[in-house]
Every structure is written in C-alpha cells, then in structure tokens.
C-alpha cells in the first residue's frame, strides 16, 4: 500500500494494557514519498563514560589525520573507524585542582569547577551539556533525556580527600546542585521508556501486571493493525524493529518460561534509601528503588546478571531509544569512578580495574590496564555497529547520531586531567569528518567539542562551560 496524503503521527505508538511502544521512523510519517526522501531525521547524543582513565600509550594514534592506525586498546574499532573521531589534546583545566578522582568525574559533562564538600551543598559548576540539550528540546520528546549506568550511587565522605563519593556516581546535572538520578535496572528503564503514557505521549504510573508479561506482546493487536496499513517498506522496518525489542525483552526475562526466569536480572529485594543532600530533597528527589526515575540500591547479593551482559542490555536500549526517538539525549556509565570491577573475565587480567590503573609502570598492571580500556572499547564500538544497522531514511542511525566515549582522566596513576582518552561516534546530521585522528593544540578545553555538538544538534548557545570556541577541525 503506498503512503497516504494523511501521514502517520511521528508520535504515534503501539498501545496495550499498560505499553506505549515507541515507532521507527516510517515513510508513512510523511505525507508524500518526495517528502520521505527529503525528510531531514533528528540528531541524537549518547556520553558513555568509564572510570580510571587509559594506558595512552596504547589509545593515542602516532599519526593524524585520516591515514592512522589503531593502537591497541582502539582496535575493536576497525568495523566502524570511517564514523569515529579519535580526539587528542582535550583538556579539563577545571580539573587540575581537587582530588583525583570525584571532582573530575562530576564534571565530566560540565567542565566547570566542582566544589568540595561533604555532601551536603554539592556544586557541578554548571548544568552538563546533554540537559543543556534536554532543557532545549526535552518537549519534542516522551523523555527529555536518558540517564542509566550500572553501579548503585555511592554515598558518604573519602575522607582521604575529603570529597563525598557521591560526585563519583553522576555525570548528568540538571543544575549544579542537582544531579539526574539514573537507572541501573534494565527492566525499570525499559518500562521507563515504553510504559504508559497519555495522548501527548508523556508516561504515566504503570498498571498493575505480572513482572514477566512482555511489553510487546501486550501491543502486538496494534502492531498488526498497523501493519495492514503500511507499504513494504515500512512493514520491513516495523518487523525488524519488533525483532529487536523482542531481543531485549527476552535478555530481560520477559515472558519467558519458568525455568530460564531464574537467570534474568533480579532488581534488589531490600532497597535502603540515601540521604540525599538538602537541595536534592527540596527537588523531591527519593534515591530508593520504588522511584521509576531513580537508582536501584544495591542490597545483599546485589544482581544476578554479570556485568558484561548488564552493559550490553544498557547499550541496546540506548539504541532503541534512538530508534524511536524516544529521547535525544542519553548518558550512560560504565561504572563507578574509582571502581574496583573484576574483569577476570577477560583472559589474563588479574587485577581489578581501580588497581590496575594505578600501575606504578609495573608492566603486568599495564597490561591489564590496556586490555580492561579495550574491553571498554569493544563495547563502544558494537553499540556503534549496532546504530550503523539501522536505517532512517537514506542515512542511518549512526549518521544522524554523536556518541562520545571517554574518561575523566588519561593516566588514572597520575590522575591527569589533560589530554583525555576521548572518541565520538557519528556524523551528527552530516556535520562531523569522521574517519580521523583529530589532534588539538595543548589546553584545548574537552567544552569546545561539547560547543560542537550543541550546534549540530541546532541548540542555540555561544558558550558552553569553558568553551573557547568550537572545535576546530571537527565539522565540514
């Protein structure tokens, strides 16, 4: 069936008992088939941050420019190296002062001074730059923005430095004092993203229903009305997005048989809650498990699901995120800063990974160091491929995305704040070169790429953080 003269609403959803799923960007979204063509799709932004900086050596390319070759810890790149941008020579001169480690996390996104305190008057310096985004259009959008991460937030003082550990758990901040809770369940963010919601398409409570009952399955009615009205095109699209929304669920445990249930991700079951400072408390911001927007607690035993798969299933539903343009902005961390995973579940590493960044140039630490940054690495680069699978009109996912992948530090055993292990994924729109090493003069500001992007993503600002101007060499 060709394409209406009515198009389909692009906030038009699968609706069930309790389910509002998101829809793929169709050509029945336009009225004509020239105007599917020319339809011009949003561009989205992704931050992955991981803790405890890079062996650089093994990170920073020896050439620049387009003709460079991978260094170790950058080689799971290869698949997708035309749609990144390897970054060199970003600095956070904020972060030459404090300790050395939760004042350069908090303000990963903000760039901006981080006050030190106990906890009880936290100051990011800023708004960071994906709620700058959301704050810009968060309207457009069921959700202005994405926050998950896979650690529980740590509470109390280091009082080796004298820091709340808190500063470690966040690097989106709605204001300086308040930051974004995040989501380390992926069944809540799931639900989160393809809940209920209202004619405008923002969520509501959830319904009452079994744990296990698929999201899916309870839309599928819609979805086959929906496709009786499609052309073939968009009933391709529509099956493959299905495809992959079932994919997830099913890692989730949704609707699975009472044998395979005993493996899926089990939420805690005995949430405590956090005191949180005086400004998150006035902002009614509860830290307990029963708050859809908040962070699971972690309670004896924590999860049942090992880490790896936990980030894979966090990346795949950033990718579904995008897909339906459920929100354009998403942060996710890897971890914890000062986060002491075990990764022996990578052949060889026997430290943990706090330990091996401090590694006193021991070369066994270093390479551990250098194999736990390339696992980091290979994660990035298959939620890049996975983005780069998927088509929105004549370009992809990744074409219309920016995904930044970093730290706060280089040498995690210098605590250096300057030249940061920095990649971006995606040509925003058409905007970025991809396919290089781009080399920025010494104390380039990392907010001059973060200006950058803000302007592919058609926020208008001047300045962002400590922005000097934009990045240069970055767009065309």
């Not at 709605?174 to 209920?196: Q, Y």
């Not at 089990?266 to 029963?290: C, E, H, I, M």
């Not at 021991?362 to 890049?384: M, N, S």
């Given at each position: 069936m060709?394409?209406?003269?009515?198009?389909?609403?692009?906030?038009?959803?699968?609706?069930?008992?309790?389910v509002?799923?998101?829809?793929?960007?169709?050509?029945?979204?336009?009225?004509?088939?020239?105007?599917?063509?020319?339809a011009?799709?949003?561009?989205?932004?992704?931050?992955?941050?991981?803790p405890?900086?890079?062996?650089?050596?093994?990170?920073?390319?020896?050439?620049?420019?387009?003709?460079?070759?991978?260094?170790f810890?950058?080689?799971?790149?290869?698949?997708?190296?035309?749609?990144?941008?390897?970054?060199?020579?970003?600095?956070k001169?904020?972060?030459r002062?404090?300790?050395?480690?939760?004042?350069?996390?908090?303000?990963?996104?903000?760039?901006?001074?981080?006050?030190?305190?106990?906890?009880?008057?936290?100051?990011?310096?800023?708004?960071s730059?994906?709620?700058?985004?959301?704050?810009?259009?968060?309207?457009?959008t069921?959700?202005?923005?994405?926050?998950?991460?896979?650690?529980?937030?740590?509470?109390?003082l280091?009082?080796?430095?004298?820091?709340?550990?808190?500063?470690?758990?966040?690097?989106?901040?709605?204001?300086?004092?308040?930051?974004?809770?995040?989501?380390?369940?992926?069944?809540?963010?799931?639900e989160?993203?393809?809940g209920?919601?209202?004619?405008?398409?923002?969520?509501?409570?959830?319904p009452?229903r079994?744990?296990d009952?698929?999201?899916?399955?309870?839309?599928?009615?819609?979805?086959?009305?929906?496709?009786?009205?499609?052309?073939?095109?968009?009933?391709?699209?529509?099956?493959?997005?299905?495809?992959?929304?079932?994919?997830?669920?099913?890692q989730?445990?949704?609707?699975?048989?009472?044998?395979?249930?005993?493996?899926?991700?089990?939420?805690?079951?005995?949430?405590?809650?956090?005191?949180?400072?005086?400004?998150?408390?006035?902002?009614?911001?509860?830290?307990?498990?029963?708050?859809?927007?908040?962070?699971?607690?972690?309670?004896?035993?924590?999860?049942?699901?090992?880490?790896?798969?936990?980030?894979?299933?966090?990346?795949?539903?950033?990718?579904?995120?995008?897909?339906?343009?459920?929100?354009?902005?998403?942060?996710?961390?890897?971890?914890?800063?000062?986060?002491?995973?075990n990764?022996?579940?990578l052949?060889?590493?026997?430290?943990?990974?706090?330990?091996?960044?401090?590694?006193?140039?021991?070369?066994?630490?270093?390479?551990?160091?250098?194999?736990?940054?390339r696992?980091?690495?290979?994660?990035?680069?298959?939620?890049?491929s996975?983005?780069?699978?998927?088509?929105?009109?004549e370009?992809?996912?990744?074409?219309?995305?920016?995904?930044?992948?970093?730290?706060?530090?280089?040498?995690?055993?210098k605590?250096?704040?300057?030249?940061?292990?920095?990649?971006?994924?995606?040509?925003?729109?058409?905007?970025?070169?991809?396919?290089?090493?781009?080399?920025?003069?010494?104390?380039?500001?990392?907010?001059?790429?973060?200006?950058?992007?803000?302007?592919?993503?058609g926020?208008?600002?001047?300045?962002?953080?400590?922005?000097?101007?934009?990045?240069?060499?970055?767009?065309?």
């Amino acid at each position: 069936m060709g394409i209406k003269s009515k198009p389909l609403s692009r906030r038009r959803f699968l609706r069930g008992a309790g389910v509002a799923l998101g829809l793929p960007l169709l050509e029945a979204m336009t009225p004509t088939r020239a105007a599917a063509a020319e339809a011009v799709a949003p561009v989205r932004a992704a931050y992955l941050y991981f803790p405890n900086g890079a062996w650089m050596d093994a990170w920073i390319p020896k050439q620049t420019g387009k003709d460079f070759d991978l260094p170790f810890s950058l080689t799971p790149l290869a698949p997708v190296r035309e749609s990144v941008v390897v970054l060199s020579g970003l600095d956070k001169p904020f972060s030459r002062t404090g300790d050395g480690h939760y004042a350069k996390t908090a303000n990963f996104l903000t760039g901006l001074h981080v006050r030190k305190t106990t906890g009880q008057d936290l100051n990011s310096g800023g708004a960071s730059v994906d709620q700058v985004a959301a704050n810009h259009m968060g309207q457009l959008t069921p959700l202005p923005s994405l926050e998950l991460a896979t650690d529980p937030v740590i509470n109390g003082l280091d009082r080796a430095v004298n820091y709340t550990r808190m500063y470690g758990s966040y690097i989106s901040w709605r204001r300086p004092d308040l930051p974004m809770p995040r989501l380390i369940d992926p069944r809540a963010a799931f639900e989160r993203m393809f809940g209920p919601r209202d004619a405008e398409g923002k969520p509501l409570p959830r319904p009452s229903r079994a744990d296990d009952q698929s999201l899916l399955d309870a839309a599928l009615e819609d979805a086959h009305s929906l496709r009786r009205k499609l052309g073939k095109g968009d009933q391709q699209k529509l099956e493959e997005y299905l495809d992959a929304v079932r994919g997830v669920e099913k890692q989730m445990g949704y609707g699975q048989p009472t044998a395979a249930k005993a493996n899926r991700w089990k939420p805690p079951t005995k949430p405590d809650r956090l005191v949180p400072p005086p400004s998150l408390s006035r902002a009614g911001v509860l830290f307990t498990s029963k708050d859809n927007g908040g962070d699971q607690i972690a309670a004896a035993g924590g999860t049942t699901i090992d880490p790896p798969e936990l980030v894979r299933l966090m990346l795949d539903l950033i990718v579904l995120a995008f897909w339906t343009d459920t929100t354009r902005n998403v942060t996710f961390m890897f971890a914890n800063d000062v986060s002491p995973r075990n990764f022996s579940f990578l052949d060889g590493v026997k430290e943990n990974h706090h330990s091996s960044s401090h590694h006193s140039n021991q070369p066994a630490k270093i390479e551990d160091y250098k194999a736990i940054t390339r696992w980091h690495v290979e994660q990035y680069a298959r939620l890049l491929s996975r983005l780069q699978e998927v088509k929105e009109g004549e370009r992809t996912l990744l074409d219309n995305a920016m995904v930044v992948c970093g730290s706060s530090l280089s040498d995690g055993n210098k605590h250096d704040p300057n030249n940061l292990p920095i990649l971006l994924g995606g040509k925003g729109g058409g905007r970025i070169r991809t396919g290089q090493h781009l080399a920025s003069p010494k104390n380039t500001p990392l907010c001059n790429l973060y200006l950058s992007m803000l302007d592919c993503m058609g926020v208008p600002v001047t300045r962002f953080g400590d922005s000097t101007e934009r990045l240069r060499g970055l767009m065309g």
